[in-house]
């Protein structure tokens, strides 16, 4: 489920319309929602990546690593994340990544 506004001055509607794209020629299943008003920064992938991080600490993993899209750096890196690898392109959806990761320990 992806959603954006367009009004949303932190990440242009452009973004989610080009991952929608990838997933689309990678045979993704998806639903895309673009709403005119309404602004960035609601909190819910941060709460989201919390819970996730939660619980990973719960099953003893030590570290999270993820490949990142290039757009979302800001976001992990807002949430502890460090950037760790080179930019590449996944197969899944041809979009520009980094690796990253982040300590469970708090």
Do not use: C
């Amino acid at each position: 489920f992806l959603w954006h506004t367009y009004e949303d001055k932190a990440v242009p509607v452009e973004n989610s319309l080009q991952l929608a794209a990838a997933l689309r020629r990678a045979g993704v299943p998806f639903d895309l929602h673009v709403y005119q008003s309404g602004g960035h920064g609601l909190g819910l992938g941060s709460r989201l990546l919390r819970a996730g991080l939660e619980h990973a600490a719960a099953r003893s993993a030590e570290v999270v690593w993820a490949n990142a899209r290039v757009t979302a750096l800001g976001f992990y890196q807002r949430n502890g994340f460090e950037v760790t690898g080179p930019v590449f392109n996944t197969a899944e959806t041809g979009l520009p990544h980094r690796r990253i990761r982040t300590s469970t320990a708090t």
